[in-house]
């Protein structure tokens, strides 16, 4: 087959802007072949490269802590937890894949992800989905919806990890463009953490896993790029997902790095073969000398180009310690997998690709990669229009309310608030037998038999305050899920970041993102979580409208003592409901005003992070006490809602309460709004002079407002709501949307 | 003497580990894992065929595996009166062998379905349930998409007749309805065991309700009766 000839427009169509094209052929010394355009314009494309993004990443606090290895240096992050052991975990992004194929897009997010983590030498135990959807009241949105549920669900459950949290929001601004955040969590000792490296002369590299096929290539660029009537046409740029094989690979991964046979082992996600043979090359300062005719294909008649692009999914390259291939080959035998020697490194820094008996490609390893030759970009930036209109609005010409009942179940049947049953149960959320806390409570709470200690983690992020103030709406996202983990007992440790956003060249699109990265930076460096990697994911944009600025933040916390486990629902009659921290009646971007007035507008809640600092030492000192019966932060749908779901998040066991909300302007305002540091306890009435003296002595407000008890949630007197009624809005909404 | 249990492996099983964890860590017991690919059960006295996606089940869920050459050990073994228990996957795996009648269709929701459900003890006079109380019932997790017990009349009054309905999903407080039919299962049955009694077929996952430290013990009553069954 005769290959395209390479000049100018071909690499326009390949992504490439006319000066990128020229500094391909001035690192090359003359034109690309076809197969090197491609290869570079994969490796070029946002999706790999970050260049619109790695100049303001590098400001986040990337190092230090108990991270073991620092952001971006290998596959996911790694943080020390103490007995010889260590976490690793990773956010990724799946998006554009799904708002075309939401099933396939989803199940390869799933599957991308656990790559990540096990290729570190790490077993899964646990993942998280973080999932933004349009309307649920539009049929298009249902689809993607179902979908990408049954994908996650499908993967997941099939490659035995439990998925165990998440978080699922509805906003007009995903409409066409879902965001689907798949998170993975591992567990590894640390002298048998992996690396993805490529090192020693004449070292065999193996291919191993799946066959290649014509599968997802140039998905990298596709990803790299707006959502478009044209985006349903790159359907075949989205991956299949294999989770059988995915499974196999895993065992038998996991026993080849045990077994201390490998020099280094990276998945092979965006961009293929050309990802993992210039990423290992470039981090080992050697070169590869490939053969693409020893691949195993799954097709016939594949170009080098192709080969080289494909992304296939559950395939793996190894780079194994010389006189080791045959160990290494008897164990993917065993599991049924391919194991292919396609070549050998090299010391030359050089990425020598041979198809059938030709050259096809000569490219130096490290201009290929990020932090090596790929371009890095500050793009320009201004504060958007929008901002001035939307934090004019006014508070105080809102209507009040005339039946503040009926206001609060309307507000409490929002699908941002009620239950995300219907999702999670489509999920194994147990399998493993380590699921202490599973999904529906602030965070999960995932059992380390190796220590006999526990993990708390949760994705978190309110996008309507980032839309509103991109800076103050990150750090919220840093300290709720902060805040998320330490109502679980858990110490937070670090964090890893999916950044959603519009297109880059945008100058207001560049302008959040780049307010986005300061408030992380400084949430972060403020509560010493520090970020293990991520991902970023630009070009969050359908023809009518971009994404609200989305930086979903994946968190992970350590409970030392399983004592100190704690949970969100009310556990008895007659126990004493406290509310830590203060209401300043905040209702800029909160559910109320986005449900009854239907406007997203004002500013974000402020948040104060040593005052959020704070409250987590107040609370992990009360509950190292052994003092707290629950606690529950309150969030979206404020104080109410959350008293609600403090009554009936324990199915088997719905216990009311009477309360009093201090009411300051006015009671609507009040009960909604979405003041940031907040957290429900419940004590035993016993404990209460301890309680309030360590409160005070911490100086940490605090109100008592009533008491648990009976079958009822009555507030102020006045509002009575039967948990029979509230249960059933919380948990059927919806399955009966979804029913319909 | 307690008996040894093997747990069989096959590709895509992935309650492997969680049976052996349960079996060996909680009850203590003497476990090995027997690889799909061999034939000798190594003297075990229970085999467990476990939860997961045995090949993928990509055609029909256990359908392939039944072809596995431990399989037909396993078969062998049964008509020998060997004990077996098939746990969700195991399950679908035994009905594929013929070992069980009947089939397991979708879920009627046509969703995969993941919760804590109770179960009634219908039968406890068999190896596998003996001792345990039939007022009071089980609390054990379900996790999957095909588990909706189906059979013709003519079997389903033959299981009745002769006792072979074992567990059936109830709510809390025992009673068997369709609100407490989390897959449209026949007459709600949740686990049956063949005519001879040695072998049992089960949706609900014993092996996940083992450990106290995640707030669920139940399973590990089925598990300890079979052990103490075996002893007497």
């Known amino acids: ?740 | 003497m307690k008996p040894k249990f093997g747990v069989v492996v096959f590709p895509g099983s992935n309650c492997d580990h969680d049976a052996y964890y349960a079996l060996k860590k909680i009850l203590g017991l003497d476990v090995t894992f027997l690889w799909h690919k061999d034939t000798n059960l190594q003297d075990c006295d229970v085999i467990v065929l476990p939860g997961g996606f045995s090949y993928g089940d990509y055609l029909r869920t256990g359908a392939i595996a039944r072809f596995s050459p431990i399989m037909n050990s396993v078969i062998n073994f049964s008509q020998k009166g060997g004990h077996i228990i098939g746990i969700c996957n195991g399950f679908q795996i035994l009905l594929e062998a013929q070992l069980l009648p009947g089939v397991l269709l979708k879920n009627k929701s046509l969703q995969f379905v993941c919760k804590d459900v109770y179960l009634s003890v219908e039968n406890n006079e068999t190896f596998f349930t003996k001792g345990l109380v039939k007022s009071k019932p089980l609390k054990i997790p379900i996790a999957h998409g095909e588990g909706n017990y189906f059979a013709d009349s003519d079997t389903l009054k033959s299981l009745v007749k002769n006792n072979q309905i074992v567990f059936k999903y109830t709510s809390s407080d025992g009673k068997s309805d369709d609100e407490s039919n989390p897959n449209g299962s026949m007459m709600n049955i949740a686990g049956i065991v063949n005519k001879g009694g040695n072998i049992l077929g089960m949706m609900p996952h014993p092996e996940r309700a083992c450990n106290p430290v995640l707030g669920k013990n139940d399973g590990s009553l089925v598990l300890g009766a079979i052990v103490k069954n075996f002893m007497n």
């Open chain 1, 1 to 740: 087959m005769k290959e395209p000839e390479v000049n100018l427009s071909l690499a326009l169509e390949h992504g490439f802007t006319e000066e990128e094209f020229d500094r391909v052929k001035k690192i090359l010394g003359r034109i690309p072949t076809f197969t090197e355009l491609g290869i570079f314009s994969v490796m070029w494309s946002e999706h790999c490269s970050y260049k619109n993004s790695i100049a303001l990443l590098k400001t986040l606090p990337r190092s230090g802590g108990k991270l073991l290895v620092g952001a971006g240096e290998e596959n996911a992050g790694l943080v020390d937890i103490g007995d010889g052991l260590a976490v690793a975990f990773k956010i990724e992004s799946h998006n554009h894949p799904s708002a075309v194929e939401p099933y396939q897009g989803a199940a390869t997010g799933v599957g991308g992800i656990m790559r990540d983590i096990f290729t570190m030498g790490a077993r899964p135990i646990a993942s998280l989905d973080s999932l933004r959807f349009g309307s649920l009241d539009d049929a298009h949105t249902r689809f993607l919806f179902d979908g990408i549920v049954r994908g996650i669900g499908d993967y997941g459950n099939s490659f035995g990890v439990p998925t165990v949290a998440g978080e699922v929001y509805f906003d007009e601004s995903y409409q066409g463009n879902p965001l689907v955040n798949a998170m993975a969590v591992g567990i590894v000792k640390i002298e048998h953490v992996a690396s993805a490296i490529a090192s020693g002369e004449g070292n065999p590299v193996m291919i191993v896993g799946s066959s290649t096929g014509r599968d997802g290539i140039h998905g990298a660029t596709f990803a790299s790029e707006e959502i478009s009537e044209k985006s349903e046409a790159k359907r075949p740029s989205v991956q299949v997902g294999d989770p059988f094989t995915e499974k196999l690979l895993l065992e038998a991964s996991l026993e080849i790095i045990k077994n201390g046979w490998l020099i280094g082992i990276q998945d092979m996600g965006a961009a293929g073969i050309s990802c993992s043979t210039s990423e290992m090359s470039a981090k080992g300062n050697s070169g590869m000398k490939i053969n693409l005719s020893k691949v195993p294909l799954r097709e016939k008649g594949m170009t080098a180009y192709e080969i080289m692009l494909s992304e296939s999914q559950e395939r793996m390259l190894c780079t194994v310690k010389k006189g080791f291939e045959d160990k290494v080959k008897e164990v993917f035998e065993k599991w049924d997998l391919h194991c292919e020697i396609i070549g050998e490194v090299t010391n030359d820094g050089l990425l020598h690709i041979d198809y059938e008996g030709e050259n096809k490609a000569v490219v130096p390893a490290y201009e290929l990669v990020l932090g090596g030759g790929a371009p890095v970009y500050y793009r320009d930036s201004k504060e958007p229009e929008y901002l001035k209109e939307v934090r004019a609005f006014d508070f105080s010409t809102l209507p009040e309310p005339k039946n503040i009942s009926e206001t609060f179940l309307k507000v409490f049947s929002s699908p941002n608030i009620v239950s995300k049953r219907w999702v999670y149960e489509q999920y194994d959320s147990m399998v493993r037998t380590n699921t202490i806390v599973g999904p529906g409570s602030d965070s999960a709470v995932i059992y380390i038999k190796e220590n006999n200690k526990a993990l708390a983690v949760k994705t978190d992020c309110n996008s309507r305050y980032v839309y509103l103030n991109p800076k103050e709406g990150t750090k919220i996202a840093v300290a709720e899920s902060a805040r998320n983990i330490v109502c679980s007992g858990g110490v937070p440790l670090a964090i890893t970041n999916c950044l959603n956003f519009g297109n880059p060249y945008k100058p207001e699109m560049y302008w959040q993102f780049k307010e986005a990265i300061n408030g992380m930076g400084e949430a972060c460096r403020f509560f010493d979580t520090p970020v293990t990697g991520g991902n970023v994911s630009f070009y969050n944009e359908s023809p009518n409208v971009a994404v609200y600025p989305t930086p979903t933040i994946g968190m992970v916390g350590l409970i030392e003592n399983l004592n100190n486990i704690t949970t969100s629902f009310f556990k008895d009659e007659n126990d004493l409901i406290f509310i830590l921290g203060e209401d300043f009646e905040e209702l800029g971007g909160s559910e109320y005003v986005k449900i009854i007035h239907g406007k997203v507008a004002g500013d974000s809640p402020n948040i104060n992070l040593a005052v959020e600092k704070n409250l987590h030492n107040t609370l992990l000192q009360l509950i190292n006490e052994g003092l707290i019966k629950s606690a529950h932060d309150i969030s979206e749908g404020g104080v109410t809602a959350s008293l609600a779901e403090c009554c009936i998040i324990n199915k088997e066991k719905l216990i009311g309460a009477e309360v009093t909300i201090p009411v300051k302007s006015r009671e609507d305002f009040s009960i909604f709004s979405e003041s940031q540091s907040r957290i429900i306890i419940s004590i035993s009435e016993e404990n209460r002079s301890k309680v309030e003296k360590i409160l005070e002595g911490k100086n940490q407000p605090f109100y008592f407002i009533g008491k648990t008890g009976g079958e009822k949630l009555i507030f102020n007197k006045k509002f009575t709501f039967e948990l029979a009624q509230l249960s059933d809005i919380y948990y059927n909404t919806i399955s009966r949307i979804m029913n319909e």
